[in-house]
């Protein structure tokens, strides 16, 4: 009987720590003893990373009256995905029994602010960057909430950096596949009904006002299909691997279509689409199947970018990149020479900052190019990075906002563990957030 109490007691602290209500402008959190805190690291159910949550307080616990201080509140949550927004600034964020919890960090991770939606719109899965949550800057943000049993598909957005959301139903059926905003006002959404057996109905949206109204503008089944007036859809075999603007005109689509990549491009911002370049290496033969990413662009200017292709051979992947310097009309192939990404963590391939500059995590040690992955140099063993893998061995993400800050998030699934961790030298030396 006193165990079950004591139980009880530990799973209600447990539930009031993590589950802490987010309403759009945030919730009040209690602060974590040392004691509570340390039986929260023992639980295996969506644990890992420690972060410190900023709060300010109001004048009666300043006594000393004046200005409000702020105080950090720990808190042990499971992160699923991070995006970086400056050399300083990220957002990371996971799913919490159904809550979709985000958090911002303005100070390298040191102290984070809730910036989570209300926790009565509930989540089934959480969100992938680029598939179904999209960051302009710090402020414009929007989140695609899909059906899958907890209600409607809704998009959510926030000008305000995540202190206020406003929500709006999408589609009731469609599940958000891709996800991409090229300014404030001008973005798109790609949906699917229906996929299975290699085939995907798709369907593009595009809003012109920040996601308050959207219009249709392309869909390969159906109606829609067969009266439109640019009837050049992407077609229905293949899935879509991700979807990225280069500008309000210039699209681009990839699709995985029985393991052979598919390239597709817009150039009247999505109404009608074509085939690009074939994505197929010469060896094609020693492979078992080919993967491949989203396109990416560089800069401002957006004329520079590359694509991840992978060469899958059993349990081992062989990765290798196309690169444009003119906003995607011609592709060249860049060969890596770097050693196959093998076992869990055969599907992370490099990173690339610029169409030069490049880093890959291979066996735990990480490698960095400066010629377009002609040459990879081995950076010194970073001795956190290394013991942090024996606990976390997947890599889940890894990005680089300049040559010397970068993100690297690890987990262990079976457990519900993550780690976020950072380093600010280039790939040399790790620590965790």
Known sequence: MKWNIA?????????????????????????????????????????????????????????????????????????????????????????????????????????WDNVSPAKTVTFSESPVYGSSIFFLNQKNGWVARNANGVGQTLILHTIDGGQNWNVQTFNNDATVLGMYFVDENTGWVMTSTDSANNKQEKALYRTQDGGQSWVKLMQNTGDFAANNSTPNAIPQTGTLVGMSFRSAQNGFATLEDNGMPRLYTTAD?????????????????????????KPQFFGTSKTKGWMNIGCVSGSQTHYFGYFTVDGGKSWSLAPFSL?????????????????????????????????????????????????????????????????????????????????????????KTWHVL
């Open 7 to 111: 139980k009880a007691l530990l799973t209600g602290i447990s539930m009031i720590l993590l589950l802490s209500a987010c309403t759009s402008t945030g919730g009040d959190m209690a602060p974590v003893s040392e004691s509570v805190r340390e039986q929260l690291q023992q639980s295996k159910e969506d644990q890992g990373q420690t972060i410190t949550l900023k709060k300010t307080t109001d004048s009666n616990i300043n006594k000393g009256g004046g200005q409000a201080a702020e105080v950090g509140y720990k808190i042990q949550t499971r992160l699923t995905d991070f995006q970086l927004l400056s050399a300083k600034a990220g957002l990371a964020w996971g799913i919490t029994r159904n809550e979709l919890r985000i958090y911002v960090t303005q100070d390298n991770g040191k102290t």
């Open 269 to 293: 911002g999505g109404k009608s689409w074509s085939e690009g370049k074939e994505l197929v290496p010469k060896d094609v033969d020693t492979c078992d199947r080919l993967t491949t990413g």
């Open 339 to 427: 050693q196959p990404q093998s076992g869990i963590n055969q599907g992370m391939g490099p990173t690339f900052l610029n169409e030069k500059t490049g880093w890959s995590i291979i066996n735990g040690v990480m490698f960095y190019t400066e010629n377009q992955g002609k040459n990879w140099k081995a950076l010194p063993k970073s001795d956190t990075l290394q013991n942090t893998l024996v606990n976390y061995p997947e890599l889940v993400k890894l990005q680089f906002f300049s040559r010397e800050v970068g993100w690297l998030l690890v987990s262990k699934n079976e457990e519900r563990r993550s780690l976020l961790m950072q380093t600010t030298d280039g790939g």
